[in-house]
């Protein structure tokens, strides 16, 4: 059980700059993920967490101590990695008591701990093969389960489903998740995938390059993102940003009004939800549809604003079964779904 | 899953493996069928004729308190030469890997031995360990240790064992540097955060990873030890003092071109030519099982 409090930490490698300084503390318990597109920081964060790299500037506390000098192994921490990185001449068995024999526990304990992982992993019979005799979820399933015999104060995963088909993605996240909080270890979570951020964190760390955009719980982020980039990257399909402008406390989209606004006049970038949108014959969007796919529980729509180049997506609720293509539609918000960004900084406004 | 090609005909796979076939039996079959034939003979002194005796260069051989020393100081001499080259090439392989910047430079310095001929680095060693002049053996005298080769049995040996060696770590240091790097990275920063430091890491993970590699030298080096030596071994002792380091092929050689016994000199290397076909069986079948591939 354990604390995690990351203090103003920045990585540097040679003259190239990852990491620009990010801050967060983490509660004993927490599943918190990172989540960013691909070549943003999240490994670098993440490994100077492990202690696999060097801090260059700040702090990594690990239950309130400092943690930048200490060896990976003494960081109390269990890491799965994307390959699952297992050790391919030792069998299951093997690979996950090998911390647990570093430690110089009894075998007997030893293979008791493994048997006991292995069930809870449903790896029972599979403890006499080697890694390379496995399939890709069960590699997945062993690389987790030497995570969890050594019982560390903080689990770390970088992109541990990345290699799984999206079938058995979606279960092991269930799993992990559920693992997770059985455990009631704290959890440091590397993801691309806005979905795995959405459903596996109690908070997330959104990043671009570098940078913690956000930092809040999956609703948060998605109700009221703090920036452009949180904006775009969470939620699907990505919101729509048009250029608007506030004028007479209005937020006008060309001449016509779309909601209201106390910032001051001049441009703004307006973010609208494609599932906040909902079709009104009197609404202020026009849009001319130019492709539409049902997806089952949802259809999207997608086209551009009626006279100009700017595209939009409108995703309406159920089969539409009507083929809207080279339609045009008008839509309407409500005014709490409109976000609004100052166009320089992409700060929410 | 092993990739197979399969072919319809057999004209296309005989006509691939032709010049193969052909370079063995020119270089290889033939000569060794040449000494099998001569080992059944004994020339007589003027070299005109030749006397059918059957297993009599054999049988003589095996009585022969020389030739059964001989045995014994290939055994040593291939061992000691095979653990100097390797041992010290694993370790600058690893050093090497660790070391991330000017690693190039290093690793280039490193194979240069290798391109110095066997005589040419047995004149090197000569020279550095010469009694009179050599600049090794005079700051041995220096210490207080009288270093001579030439009257020492033991010091000789160890002189063609560094001298063969030496080149050799070369060689090995590229395929156990090359290995090292195959080794995933996130293998070994697994076991760093089980708990497993770096001896420790490097004795559970890495060596174990290696073993393919460590496997494939060592049959190589014995075979390198056992049959490339001799111009080393010509240029600094030529095989003495007191046949101290007559190993097997070196004896062949001085039974057969300085004896002029050639039906010995036929019989030692039919004798040679199964030792090394038996290790090579040998290695593969117990060591093998041992690797992980
Ligand atoms: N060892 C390294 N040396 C130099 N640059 C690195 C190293 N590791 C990562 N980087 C750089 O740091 C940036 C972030 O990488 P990484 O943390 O792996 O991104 P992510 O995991 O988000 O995809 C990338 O631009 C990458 O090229
Ligand atoms: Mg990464």
């Known amino acids: 059980?354990?604390?995690?409090?990351?203090?103003?930490?920045?990585?540097?490698?040679?003259?190239?700059?990852?990491?620009?300084?990010?801050?967060?503390?983490?509660?004993?318990?927490?599943?918190?993920?990172?989540?960013?597109?691909?070549?943003?920081?999240?490994?670098?964060?993440?490994?100077?967490?492990?202690?696999?790299?060097?801090?260059?500037?700040?702090?990594?506390?690990?239950?309130?101590?400092?943690?930048?000098?200490?060896?990976?192994?003494?960081?109390?921490?269990?890491?799965?990695?994307?390959?699952?990185?297992?050790?391919?001449?030792?069998?299951?068995?093997?690979?996950?008591?090998?911390?647990?024999?570093?430690?110089?526990?009894?075998k007997q304990e030893i293979a008791a701990k493994v048997e006991a992982a292995a069930h809870l992993l449903q790896l029972d019979g599979l403890l006499d093969r080697r890694p390379k005799q496995l399939s890709g979820g069960q590699r997945q399933r062993v690389a987790?389960?030497?995570?969890?015999?050594?019982?560390?104060?903080?689990?770390?995963?970088?992109?541990?489903?990345?290699?799984?088909?999206?079938?058995?993605?979606?279960?092991?996240?269930?799993?992990?998740?559920?693992?997770?909080?059985?455990?009631g270890v704290t959890a440091l979570y590397v993801t691309h995938d806005q979905v795995e951020a959405m459903t596996m964190a109690d908070r997330m760390i959104v990043m671009n390059a570098g940078v913690a955009e956000q930092i809040g719980t999956p609703m948060e982020v998605y109700e009221t993102p703090q920036s452009l980039f949180a904006a775009q990257f969470i939620g699907?399909?990505?919101?729509?940003?048009?250029?608007?402008?506030?004028?007479?406390?209005?937020?006008?989209?060309?001449?016509?009004?779309?909601?209201?606004?106390?910032?001051?006049?001049?441009?703004?970038?307006?973010g609208l939800r494609p599932e906040h949108v909902a079709p009104d014959p009197q609404g202020p969007l026009a849009m001319e549809v130019l492709l539409s796919e049902p997806l089952g529980a949802n259809t999207l729509l997608h086209g551009r604003l009626a006279g100009t180049e700017i595209a939009f997506t409108a995703s309406l609720q159920g089969v539409h079964l009507a083929n809207h293509d080279g339609e045009a539609m008008r839509f309407g918000v409500d005014p709490v779904d409109c976000h609004l960004f100052d166009p320089e900084t992409g700060h929410r406004l | 899953m092993e990739k197979r090609v399969t072919f319809r005909g057999v004209m296309l796979p005989l006509l691939l493996i032709a010049p193969q076939v052909f370079i063995s039996a020119v270089f290889f079959f033939y000569p060794a069928g040449q000494a099998i034939w001569q080992s059944l003979f004994i020339p007589d002194p003027f070299g005109l004729s030749n006397q059918f005796v059957g297993t009599g260069n054999f049988e003589f051989l095996f009585g022969d308190r020389h030739y059964r020393s001989?045995?014994?100081?290939?055994?040593?001499?291939?061992?000691?030469?095979?653990?100097?080259?390797?041992?010290?090439?694993?370790?600058?392989?690893?050093?090497a890997d660790r070391l991330i910047k000017g690693s190039g430079a290093y690793r280039t310095l490193l194979i240069w031995p290798y391109a110095v001929a066997p005589a040419v680095a047995g004149?090197?060693?000569?020279?550095?360990?010469?009694?009179?002049?050599?600049?090794?053996?005079?700051?041995?005298?220096?210490?207080?240790?009288?270093?001579?080769?030439?009257?020492?049995?033991?010091?000789?040996?160890?002189?063609?064992?560094?001298?063969?060696?030496?080149?050799?770590?070369s060689y090995n240091f590229l395929f156990f540097?090359?290995?090292?790097?195959?080794?995933?990275?996130?293998?070994?920063?697994?076991?760093?955060?089980?708990?497993?430091?770096?001896?420790?890491?490097?004795?559970?993970?890495?060596?174990?990873?290696?073993?393919?590699?460590t496997f494939f030298l060592l049959v190589v080096n014995v075979v390198y030890s056992f049959f490339e030596t001799f111009g080393v071994i010509h240029t600094i002792t030529a095989g003495g003092p007191q046949q101290a380091t007559t190993i097997l092929v070196y004896k062949v050689y001085a039974d057969g071109f300085v004896g002029q016994d050639l039906g010995s000199s036929a019989a030692q290397s039919v004798i040679l030519l199964l030792i090394v076909g038996l290790l090579t069986v040998l290695q593969f079948k117990f060591i093998e099982k041992r690797v992980h591939y």
Request: net charge negative.
């Open chain 1, 144 to 183: 987790m389960g030497r995570a969890i015999v050594r019982e560390p104060s903080v689990f770390l995963f970088d992109e541990p489903l990345s290699n799984l088909d999206a079938k058995l993605r979606v279960q092991m996240r269930l799993e992990i998740k559920e693992l997770q909080s059985k455990l």
């Open chain 1, 1 to 106: 059980m354990a604390t995690v409090t990351l203090k103003n930490l920045r990585k540097s490698f040679g003259s190239d700059d990852v990491i620009h300084g990010i801050d967060m503390e983490i509660s004993d318990g927490e599943f918190i993920v990172i989540v960013g597109p691909s070549g943003c920081g999240k490994s670098t964060l993440l490994r100077m967490v492990a202690g696999l790299e060097t801090v260059t500037e700040g702090e990594v506390l690990i239950n309130g101590e400092r943690a930048n000098e200490k060896e990976p192994m003494d960081r109390d921490i269990a890491m799965v990695f994307q390959n699952y990185a297992l050790y391919p001449h030792m069998s299951v068995a093997q690979n996950m008591g090998y911390g647990l024999k570093i430690a110089g526990m009894p």
């Open chain 2, 177 to 213: 540097f090359a290995a090292l790097q195959a080794v995933p990275r996130s293998v070994i920063e697994a076991a760093a955060i089980d708990g497993a430091r770096f001896w420790r890491r490097f004795f559970t993970i890495v060596l174990p990873l290696l073993s393919p590699t």
């Open chain 1, 236 to 270: 699907s399909p990505a919101m729509n940003v048009l250029d608007a402008q506030i004028a007479d406390g209005r937020v006008m989209l060309g001449d016509v009004a779309v909601c209201d606004s106390d910032q001051r006049a001049g441009p703004v970038k307006l």
């Open chain 2, 123 to 169: 004149v090197l060693w000569m020279f550095m360990f010469n009694t009179r002049v050599g600049v090794v053996s005079w700051y041995l005298g220096q210490l207080g240790y009288d270093w001579n080769h030439v009257l020492n049995g033991s010091e000789a040996m160890g002189l063609v064992v560094a001298a063969s060696a030496w080149g050799r770590i």
């Open chain 2, 70 to 95: 001989s045995f014994y100081s290939t055994a040593i001499f291939s061992i000691l030469v095979t653990l100097a080259s390797m041992i010290p090439a694993l370790f600058l392989a690893v050093l």
